[in-house]
């Protein structure tokens, strides 16, 4: 894997080069053979480019190991001399003077260091020389002998596609078969293209084949076709093949006249009613080539185009419509064909002694009617002790890649896999380190592509956006699954299905990308690069210098001190996640950790950071989320490539208190971190000089900022002002009774889209309602005489509006043609309010309404029934009188008969909720 073995590597070779070129009487010759290592690094990356997803004989494979292990010791070179470099050649704030002191006291020798970048890099060059293959890089050769022992090289079939298991049924795709045909056989004036459109295995090539074999189809249309789009297709032959069936589908000979296929097939057809699938679409262009075949006229024919491309499915779609979205089985579905398949029985139950593995294995299958007809099968033949299944359940992955009835799945994502850019297969490949089901935020996957190196910079973009466009193509390719979606439609959390996760943990072993802790053995000679160190035995005698990434995952069986001891068999590690481990005090051995990018210690009982975390000068992020930290050491402002400083601890047990969330105190100086993205939550301090600081932070996309008293609103307006990029913004004031003076922002920043404010508002600001990118606010402890409605309802993109004690007025009242889209609204503490007023047109779009403890609102809102797309009605504590009126026997009844989901919760004594379902 060309991006993996040789990124790395790429970028630190001018960081050597700058270091090496600070240090005085540096000889030239050193440079020079650092400035060759680039260049043999693009070597290897051509080479091992070429070979990337080929099949070639064992000595090729051999090679190709042998490249990937030299590109590797390259990356390994260069980082040890950058672990050994001071910190001058990291930052350039430290002085000249401070490393002379340290080589005058020898605690520094940089010729001692250089001396030994070259004795490696001649050792480098002499392993490069052995390797037979690199001989005819750059020659030609390299290519030829590549595709001698190749089978990628064989011509595409454009029939049918072949029959995969299952592929005689369209068990539970009878729906959308039926709206497919209605699609097909309803009479419109033009030609019509059809996408459908799903993740390997979900069935899109079944469902199609089995809705154009139909003879209510054939009948409509007088010529048909199907061909089979490969992924480096030749568009001649294609045309020819569905020239071919056109002509046979009506039993006619193939027109001879002229010598243009092309033209050919476009007067074949020529007023003809044609029905034709292109399976298996990857790019628009490919699209784009194909589509300029056919005939323009209005001759009412269909195209049917199935891909793995969300955004091709889009492009050859006329509309939404017309695009079918393959997700899967629904759970009763998937058993039953399952159980057809694996017991030859339908509409039968499971035998009871196969039953709880049975549910295992569909569930590891997640409703891909391909894995579900694949496994069944291999059960079928299997003899029928349970332990046998069991041996199926737990090898399922190992499986999937040698059993015959199941490496088609290997096979159909071996290419999807094939078609990414270098750049995305290292983030595609990143999915294996969590565990099977595990769903990961997306700013912690973003910034941990960062750390690793993965991420390129673009001119005008930050790294996190061009990460963030990086994951929305591997989820529109349907490599990578959205967990949970933002209310913008943003992918909140990702995750990879349970079979693709069996997929990229194969490739990862292959290109020693990553290693399961279960399998590291001493007497290995692989070098572990990403590890869980969740079980790791140092008796092993395992060397670990070499680990880049290491993670713990939520287990208890690791202690504090043996996760010391772990620590101090690294060296040269970047990415560091100790979440949920076992810690009371910060590990000194991370201090030892030169190299480290990327820190979290969230979920810990870590209290205090040593001042001497400012040696970690490459750190960018630090997440201390949930620990009990609430002092940031002077150290960390001279961590000037900080991105992430992430530090607060919410304690919620029932209702959000003011003492709910705390957040840190940090030294003066804070405007020296001017790579900050993110800044949450920190503490003003009495005099502003925090707060006025902040205006230096012109890159912050989110900030989060508690104990504001009055007097530094003002401020805070002013350095908010300066933050043109910040999107969300998090403000608490010193108490409930400390007002937000938050009215002298003229300028607010353009990309706002999430604002919390906490803390008494005399007054609305105004410049809220000028946010037209808005899209959740949170009002929490405001206590507006006025309602904040007149002005919120101005926001003509906010999907999401909180209130908590925000009015003290006893009606609230939504007019006619407000908040066109929102979709949640929460109203939690209006200790005055006995009277809510819905009137018709307003919130169209509104699916949650959520009622909390309005101890005098007794009624239901007046007009609630004009709420006609609310699903929704969510209830804490709100009075006996409000509730009883949702009874079924209750007049007041039918105002919310339209609502489908109406729960209570009453809190108890002990703290629990009791829960009343009303639906």
């Known amino acids: 894997m060309a991006e993996i073995a040789v990124s790395a590597a790429k970028v630190l070779v001018p960081m050597v080069l700058h270091s090496l070129s600070q240090i005085q009487n540096s000889q030239k010759d050193i440079q020079k053979e650092v400035a060759d290592l680039g260049v043999i690094l693009h070597r290897l990356d051509a080479y091992l480019a070429d070979m990337d997803g080929k099949e070639g004989n064992e000595q090729h494979k051999e090679c190709v190991k042998d490249v990937l292990e030299a590109a590797y010791h390259i990356e390994d070179v260069l980082e040890e001399f950058m672990f050994y470099v001071p910190h001058r050649f990291h930052r350039h704030t430290i002085s000249y003077k401070y490393d002379e002191l340290a080589y005058a006291a020898k605690l520094w020798n940089p010729f001692s260091s250089v001396h030994e970048l070259l004795s490696k890099i001649t050792g480098v060059k002499g392993m490069i020389n052995n390797i037979v293959a690199l001989d005819k890089l750059g020659s030609g050769n390299c290519r030829t002998r590549m595709e001698e022992g190749s089978t990628s090289g ?206 295992k294995i569909v569930k590891r299958c997640e409703g891909l009617p391909l894995a579900i007809v694949a496994v069944g099968s291999l059960l079928s033949k299997k003899q029928k002790p349970p332990s046998e299944w069991e041996k199926v359940h737990d090898s399922l992955g190992s499986e999937i890649g040698s059993l015959s009835d199941l490496s088609t799945m290997s096979k159909i994502l071996l290419p999807s896999y094939a078609d990414l850019p270098t750049h995305l297969k290292s983030c595609f490949l990143y999915f294996c380190i969590f565990p099977e089901d595990y769903s990961i935020d997306r700013g912690t996957l973003v910034r941990l592509w960062i750390a690793e190196g993965f991420v390129s910079k673009k001119r005008g973009e930050t790294r996190e956006e061009v990460a963030g466009y990086y994951l929305s193509e591997l989820i529109k390719r349907n490599l990578v699954h959205t967990s949970r979606l933002d209310l913008d439609g943003q992918a909140r959390y990702c995750r990879v299905l349970n079979l693709v996760h069996e997929f990229i943990i194969r490739k990862s072993e292959e290109v020693n990308f990553f290693s399961l802790t279960e399998e ?200 908010v002002e300066k933050m043109k990029h910040l999107s969300t913004l998090d403000v608490t004031s010193a108490n409930k009774e400390e007002s937000l003076d938050l009215d002298d ?61 925000a009015f003290t007025g006893g009606v609230l009242v939504f007019e006619a043609g407000w908040f066109k889209k929102l979709k949640i609204l929460h109203i939690e503490q209006f200790e005055q309010l006995d009277t809510v007023v819905v009137e018709q047109g307003v919130m169209p779009m509104l699916k949650k309404l959520s009622l909390w403890k309005c101890v005098k609102l007794e009624m239901l809102p007046l007009g609630i029934n004009n709420l006609t797309k609310i699903e929704e009605l969510l209830l804490h504590d709100m009075p006996v009188e409000f509730t009883n009126r949702l009874q079924k026997t209750h007049e007041d009844r039918e105002m919310v008969g339209h609502i489908h989901f109406i729960q209570s919760f009453d809190l108890q004594a002990d703290g629990s909720w009791s829960l009343k379902n009303l639906s």
């Open 745 to 805: 922002m003229q300028n607010p920043p353009h990309h706002l889209r999430r604002l919390y404010l906490k803390g008494h508002l005399r007054q609305f600001p105004g410049w809220i309602s000028k946010l037209s990118n808005l899209f959740r606010i949170r009002l929490k402890w405001s206590r507006l005489q006025d309602s904040p409605l007149d002005a919120l309802q101005e926001l003509p993109n906010l999907l999401e509006l909180e209130m908590v004690d």
């Open 520 to 719: 590291l053995d001493a007497s290995s000679s692989n070098k572990v690069r990403r590890l869980c160190i969740d079980c790791i035995t140092l008796s092993q005698g395992r060397d670990l210098n070499y680990v880049r990434s290491a993670f713990l995952f939520k287990r208890s069986n690791v202690s504090a001190s043996s996760i010391e001891q772990i620590l101090r068999s690294f060296k040269l590690v970047r990415v560091l996640d100790l979440r949920y481990a076992p810690l009371d005090k910060f590990p000194k051995a991370i201090i030892l950790l030169n190299l480290l990018r990327y820190l979290c210690l969230r979920n810990t009982k870590i209290k205090e950071i040593p001042n001497s975390i400012k040696k970690l000068s490459y750190l960018e992020t630090l997440d201390l989320k949930q620990t009990k930290v609430t002092i940031l050491p002077e150290g960390i402002l001279q961590l000037r490539n900080l991105r992430h400083l992430l530090v607060y601890w919410y304690n919620i047990k029932n209702y959000v208190t003011w003492h709910s969330v705390v957040g840190v105190k940090i030294a003066r100086g804070i405007g020296a971190l001017t790579n900050l993205q993110k800044l949450s939550l920190i503490k003003s301090d009495k005099h502003h000089d925090i707060v006025k600081e902040l205006k230096a932070l012109t890159q912050l996309r989110k900030l989060g900022l508690v104990d504001l008293n009055r007097e530094g609103g003002k401020h805070l307006c002013e350095s």
């Open 154 to 359: 064989s011509k595409p079939d454009h029939q049918v596609a072949p029959n995969f298991p299952g592929d005689e049924e369209i068990v539970g795709f009878e729906e959308r078969g039926e709206a497919l045909i209605l699609q097909l056989t309803k009479p419109v004036s033009r030609n019509r293209t059809i996408s459908v459109v799903g993740p390997v295995g979900s069935g899109k090539t079944t469902i199609v084949k089995n809705v154009y074999e139909s003879k209510r189809i054939w009948r409509q249309f007088d010529c048909h076709a199907w061909v089979k789009v490969s992924q480096s297709f030749n568009i001649e032959e294609l045309i020819c093949s569905m020239l071919k069936q056109f002509c046979e589908s009506r039993k006619e000979p193939i027109p001879s006249e002229g010598t243009n296929t092309q033209a050919k097939l476009w007067h074949y057809l020529q007023q003809k009613r044609y029905v034709v699938v292109l399976d298996d679409i990857w790019r628009k262009e490919d699209w784009e080539l194909i589509n300029k075949v056919f005939p323009s006229g209005s001759s009412d024919s269909r195209i049917i185009v199935t891909t793995r491309n969300s955004d091709v499915s889009s492009f050859c779609a006329e509309s939404a419509e017309f695009i079918h979205n393959l997700t899967g089985l629904p759970w009763p579905v998937a058993w039953d064909l399952f159980c057809e398949k694996a017991f030859q029985i339908a509409n039968e139950q499971c035998p009871p002694e196969f039953e709880d593995l049975s549910q």
